[in-house]
Structure formats: C-alpha cells, structure tokens
C-alpha cells in the first residue's frame, strides 16, 4: 500500500524545465518578472487583482475577484496582456510591475493569501 501511495505521488511531481519564447512571443510579452493588475470595477470600491509571473519561458497567473481567489495556474502566453495594453490600460486599471515576488508583496501586503506562494515558474 505505502509503495502504491509514493508511486503516485512522484507521477505527480511535475519538473519544469528552462524555455525560450519565441521571437513573435517576445514581441508581444512584457519583460520578464511580475506584474500585478489592479482593477477597480466601481462596485463598493472593491478591487480585482491579476498577477501574473512571466519566467523562465512560462506565465503563472493568480486572481482574486469578487470575493473568489484563485491561486498560481498556468496561462497562455497569448492570453497575457500585452505590452500595448499595459502601456494603455483601461480607465479602471492599473499595471505595476515588480522583478520578483517579495518586491510585489511588500508594495501590496493586503493581497489574497494565495498570492503570497511562490509559483512554480520561479526558480
């Protein structure tokens, strides 16, 4: 049984390795390191948060809206906002950017619990 239980546990250990974004990719991605949305939807002056960390060929996003918190899950690269669209947000959003995880905390200590772990894509 225990033999069992540590084989499936090591199928589940995922090692992620070093990749390169491609040229076109590179076009469209922000420079590597953190960013962090900050959006006010002008309810109950409440504000969503998106982080995003874009590493080592990978994007890891973490969310927080309404009241539902997700943590660290893979995203696209093509559904990471651009560099067009955080150089012109729109009016109800801010983009801050941050070169790692303790730079992002420290500005914004109030963020959800889940955003506070380190995702995988940094190392």
């Known amino acids: 049984m ?22 076109h990719q590179l076009n469209r991605l922000p420079k590597p390191g953190y960013w962090l949305s900050v959006y006010t939807p002008n309810i109950n002056n409440e504000k969503w948060y998106s982080a995003y960390c874009v ?15 997700h943590g660290w899950t893979t995203l696209l690269w093509s559904c ?17 950017y941050f070169p790692d995880l303790d730079s992002m905390l420290l500005a914004f200590p109030d963020l959800p619990e889940s955003f506070f772990v380190k995702p995988e894509n940094d190392f």
């Open 80 to 96: 990471m906002p651009t560099q067009k669209q955080i150089a012109n947000p729109s009016p109800n959003e801010q983009f801050h």
């Open 55 to 69: 590493m080592n060929g990978y994007i890891k996003y973490a969310r927080y809206q309404g009241g539902y918190e």
């Open 2 to 23: 225990r033999m069992e239980c540590l084989v499936k546990v090591l199928f589940r250990i995922k090692v992620m390795k070093v990749k390169s974004w491609t040229p």
